[in-house]
């Protein structure tokens, strides 16, 4: 029943953190592995990413709270993929 | 004589239960290995989503019931694969 | 010489069995092992559907009978693939 | 110096031989393991058809004159594979 | 230093050769493994075609020789693969 | 927690380090393995490249101070992925 | 720190070496395995060619040179990929 991978479209301030700063504060949340950035727009003060997380068991309450803790919103959530315990991807 | 797969067009509220919870939700359901959600449109008050399911033996039965229970509608079914005992993909 | 692969355009009633009913009637077909079914347009009255059959020797006036059985109808076959005994896919 | 592919442009009068048959007729020519029959176009009173035959060494002559005894015309070879006997595809 | 693969845009008088045995006459050429032909355009009194051969070592102008030994003209050289010995595909 | 790629927009005057210089440079930075550059636009004194670069653990800093030592620029950061430890692409 | 993949844009007379010999002379430069030449524009005078030269550790110099000596002239560079000695690829 875990999470595997979810791919969230996300508005993030131009200032602040760097993309790879940005990317490499995701995967420290519980049960990431691997966390692909990219910038869709830029505009004057923000930037438009696609945020794709995967891992064998992505803690959603963490990774939404981090994103947010990093002054980004997660405008939508674009895709889920949850698997049993059975089947490893 | 198992479903293998199969894809729906659904409408979820937007209120009530996140992406990720449905799609745990949908886990749960008899004969399922594998749920992917993509979202398509959000409008007002609803979102549309596409549900492709994946098991050795999906209970669509259950299936539907469950995504009625979580309050979300099945517009159309879009794809189906039904395999004989003999053959595992 | 058996008949591998086959890809029919289907006429379905919307009332009456659903589409994953109508695959699972089919499976039953002497030598099928898989059934696809895309469903294509939803009518007022009627869906149409492609219908991907595959196995090792599919029997095509079992397979054909058992279409009209279930109240559809074939408007064309639009693949087929056999293949000899010596070669199996 | 094998043809181990070709493919045919075929015309088909409607009545007559079912896809299938026609198929299932044309694995018999000398070298051929797998016939693949595509439908192109329905007209009124004939349909093309796409026919891709592969084989180890396929004899063309036979294949030509099986295609012709069907009551089939062949509007034009679209393509042909050769290969030296010592390297099998 | 071997020349593995060319790709000849190629005029051939309709009359003559039917494309299997032009087909099969280039794959005799020193070097050759495999001719591929692909019918592009049919005109009143020729067609165009394009002619990819593979090997290990083709001989360009023994291939060249026996094109036009067969009343076909090599309009133009579009592709052409050159390996050294060390390394082979 | 290792950034294994990332892709730069980068704008290089024209004159000064040719590209394969200007790769050649960038795989000397700290936990890079491979780098890819495209050509994507020439003007009259500058070229626009987008600048892939992989590695187990690429430092982000060196590659960025690399870059502009070579007297480029970077326009915007287009992708990052970042792994963590336990699973190696 | 080998130069792996060089893509160039190349103009050549159509005059003088044809397409093949151009190939193979350009094997023959220090640290090449394979040339691909593909010919997009055949103009009155000249061809416009797409030469992707592939190997361990190809010497640009050398490559260069050898592109001019053959009377062709260097449009630009296109791509180039370098690895480092540990990752082959």
Same mark, same amino acid.
């Given at each position: ?27 420290? !949340? +519980?049960?990431?592995?691997? #966390?692909?950035?990219? @910038?869709?727009?830029?505009? =004057? $003060? ?20 981090? !994103? +947010?803790?990093?002054?980004? #919103?997660?405008?939508? @959530?674009?895709?889920?993929? =949850? $698997? ?6």
């Amino acid at each position: 029943m875990g999470l595997r991978k979810i791919v969230l479209d996300v508005l993030k301030p131009l200032k602040g953190h760097s993309i790879p700063e940005f990317a490499e504060t995701l995967i420290s !949340v +519980e049960g990431v592995r691997r #966390v692909s950035v990219i @910038v869709n727009e830029i505009d =004057v $003060e923000t930037v438009t990413l696609t945020v794709t997380v995967e891992g064998p068991d992505i803690d959603y309450g963490d990774l939404k709270e981090t !994103v +947010e803790r990093l002054g980004a #919103v997660i405008h939508s @959530v674009d895709q889920v993929v =949850v $698997e049993s315990e059975e089947e490893e991807e």
